[in-house]
Structures are given as structure tokens and as C-alpha cells.
């Protein structure tokens, strides 16, 4: 299965991800992020759909923000190892490093976040 698509099953990505995306502000352009069939796709405030993947170039934010949520859930368990790779993978300047070090409290703090939808 797509990383993408496989992190988004976890409970707590979905709002994540729509709440670091989505301003109040600015509302035309929010996004929803819907489940047809078997895959997650991104629709647009004019209903358009696009399929989240690695290849998925609209919209860089999300793509961020998954790639953080995916390597710390990689991760999280172990983040002197992550601390350890920064440094030598070049596909870790995809993700946005205070979201990752945000997540790694939170999981200190109350894993009881992780489980919330």
C-alpha cells in the first residue's frame, strides 16, 4: 500500500492534516480529504478530486505534513535514530521539522492524542 495512503488510516492524520491546511481566513481554498472505495483523495473547494500520493504535486503542504507524520511514526519509538539520518538523507528536507518535533512531545506527553479521530 502507498505510504501516503496508509498513514492517512491512522486515526488522528486526517484532522492533522486539515487543520494545519485549512484557514479560516481564507475559506475558497480549504480542502476536504475523502475516502472513495479503497483510496484517499483531496477534493478542492471547486469539488475537484486528486489522488494522495508520492506523485501528488498540487498540493506541497500536505505532502509535508505527511512525510513528517510518516517518519515519525517511523520513528517515534526511537527519535535519536531520526536525529541520527537528518543529516545524511537528502528526503528528509521534505518534512517540516517542527511538526516532527511537536509530535515526538506530544507522544511523550499523552499518547491518548495518537488514538483520537
Not at 492517512?8 to 481564507?26: F, I, Q
Not at 475516502?35 to 471547486?46: D, M, P, Q
Not at 541520527?84 to 538523507?89: A, C, G, N, P, V
Request: net charge positive; hydrophobic share 40%; charged share 25%.
Amino acid at each position: 500500500m502507498d505510504p501516503y495512503q496508509a498513514t492517512l488510516l491512522l486515526p488522528y492524520v486526517m484532522g492533522l492534516v486539515l487543520s494545519l491546511e485549512n484557514r479560516p481566513l481564507t475559506p475558497s481554498n480549504n480542502i476536504d480529504i475523502i475516502k472513495l472505495e479503497e483510496s484517499f483523495y483531496i477534493k478542492n473547494a471547486k469539488g475537484e478530486l486528486f489522488i494522495i500520493n508520492e506523485k501528488m504535486q498540487n498540493y506541497p503542504n500536505v505532502m509535508v505534513n505527511l512525510n513528517t507524520i510518516i517518519y515519525f511514526e517511523k520513528y517515534k519509538l526511537e527519535p535519536i535514530e531520526f536525529y541520527k539520518i537528518l543529516s545524511r538523507d537528502k528526503a528528509l528536507r521534505k518534512i517540516e521539522f517542527e511538526l516532527y518535533k511537536l509530535l515526538q512531545l506530544q507522544f511523550s506527553v499523552n499518547k491518548e492524542y495518537f488514538l483520537r479521530k
